[in-house]
């Protein structure tokens, strides 16, 4: 290889300060499930190809075109996970966590992938938040999960939200609706997009995801998904608003939401971001009451939603200090590395962040660079004998002993 190798196309390296980011957002995740009863599921990073066909749609942009998916030596297809709620109703089932108590409240994170052509915020490889509730179709849930993305958001300081919610309905009105889009569609045809016009058959609800003028001019006056609910599905909707309303969550009702997954029914919202470009897409999700049994469980509706994490990310501002060694051990003069090891590892058995000098500076130059890493103290080891420096005060107190150093870095001067 002549050239320098570099991270596949559409993926990234996680250097150290993006790592804390990351690590704080998860750790907020764990402390709102956790106070909110859900447990942590994890699946494999990938499953039987079929799995996503059957899940997700054939005839999904996911499924036709975006899956990584390749054989093992068994000749069995497998697909690195696309996404996360098809897996989850698959280990609900495998399970049988309908056994348990419902609903049963889950929540993930890790890597998911798909072969989209990559751009600001669209990754080849990208990590999702998710949670899923199973085995109710109380509204309450909609609104819990909703409200539980609206405060991870909210912690994680993303600018700009947006809050989009409609109703897909029973997949009966989604078809019947289908028919009568198809109709007022090809009536118009020759002014839609080509790739609207070849979907006019298997999907032609995505006509909404389009930003073509032509097929944005037909859709103006194409009827409406949410003026053809069935009168449970509208109450189910109305009762979901209800509750964001006292909640105080804002959030506009947007008949042309579509998601790109099949499995959707009833509630389906997405968080935006102002702060993101072209894919302002934070996170989303919605109900999808007949995906487990379609997976062969027994009927069982379900809710929940994903989140993109360096979407999130992105749509905030937020730095996360350093991590900052509370002693840096100096090697003066004459002392003995050993030593100096000794103490590092003595210090951070006490629970004190430490480093010691393993570049060869002058006793000067050390002292600037725990400065620099914004130590508070430093222990200076010389030949038999020690010095505890104070770093804000500049005061240096010596100590006969690695024990009376070590009581000092750690207690500070009587
Ligand atoms: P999704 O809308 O396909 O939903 O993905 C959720 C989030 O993942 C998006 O809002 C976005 O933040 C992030 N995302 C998706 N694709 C990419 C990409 N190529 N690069 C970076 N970020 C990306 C789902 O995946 C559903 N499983 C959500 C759900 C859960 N519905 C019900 N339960």
């Known amino acids: 290889m002549s050239e320098r190798p570099q991270a596949p196309r559409g993926t990234f390296d996680v250097l150290p300060a993006d790592a804390r980011r990351r690590q704080v957002l998860i750790e907020d995740c764990e402390s709102t499930f956790a106070a909110a009863g859900y447990g942590r599921l994890e699946t494999p990073v990938f499953e039987s190809t079929e799995l996503f066909a059957r899940g997700v749609g054939e005839s999904t942009d996911i499924v036709q075109k975006e899956m990584f998916t390749f054989e093992d030596q068994g000749g069995r297809s497998l697909t690195l996970r696309p996404e996360g709620t098809a897996p989850v109703c698959r280990a609900y089932v495998q399970h049988g966590m309908h056994k348990q108590p419902q609903p049963v409240r889950l929540w993930y994170h890790g890597p998911y992938f798909r072969h ?41 300081g993303a600018r700009g939200l947006r809050l989009r919610l409609s109703s897909l309905g029973t997949p009966a009105t989604r078809r019947a609706y289908g028919e009568e889009l198809r109709e007022h569609l090809r009536a118009r045809e020759g002014e839609l997009s080509d790739e609207v016009r070849a979907r006019l058959d298997s999907n032609p609800l995505r006509a909404f995801d389009s930003d073509h003028a032509g097929t944005r001019a037909v859709l103006e006056d194409a009827p409406r998904l949410l003026d053809r609910l069935e009168p449970d599905d509208a ?6 608003r209800g509750l964001l309303d006292d909640a105080g969550q804002p959030y506009e009702i947007d008949g042309t939401l579509v998601r790109g997954l099949d499995y959707y029914t009833r509630t389906v919202f997405e968080f935006t971001s102002d702060a993101l470009g072209a ?38 501002e937020r730095e996360t200090p350093e991590q900052s060694p509370a002693v840096f051990v100096a090697l003066d003069e004459g002392a003995n590395a050993r030593e100096a090891f000794a103490m590092v590892r003595a210090l951070r058995a006490e629970g004190l962040p430490a480093q010691m000098e393993q570049a060869g500076r002058s006793l000067k130059g050390q002292l600037k660079h725990a400065d620099r890493l914004g130590a508070a103290r430093v222990v200076v080891v010389g030949d038999g004998e020690y010095q505890v420096r104070d770093m804000r005060t500049g005061a240096q107190h010596p100590a006969a002993s690695s024990d009376e150093a070590l009581a000092l870095a750690r207690d500070g001067a009587a």
């Open 116 to 156: 989209e052509a990559p751009q600001a915020g669209r990754f080849r490889q990208f990590s999702q938040i998710g949670a899923e509730a199973l085995g109710s179709e109380d509204p309450t849930l909609d609104a819990e999960l909703i409200l539980l993305l609206a405060d991870l958001l909210e912690r994680a």
């Open 235 to 240: 109450e189910h909707l109305d009762a979901v």
């Open 279 to 316: 894919q302002s897409g934070v996170g989303g999700g919605g109900r999808y009451d007949g995906l487990v049994e379609q997976l062969g469980g027994p009927p069982t509706p379900g809710v929940g939603w994903a989140a993109g994490v360096e979407r999130i990310l992105l749509a905030s």
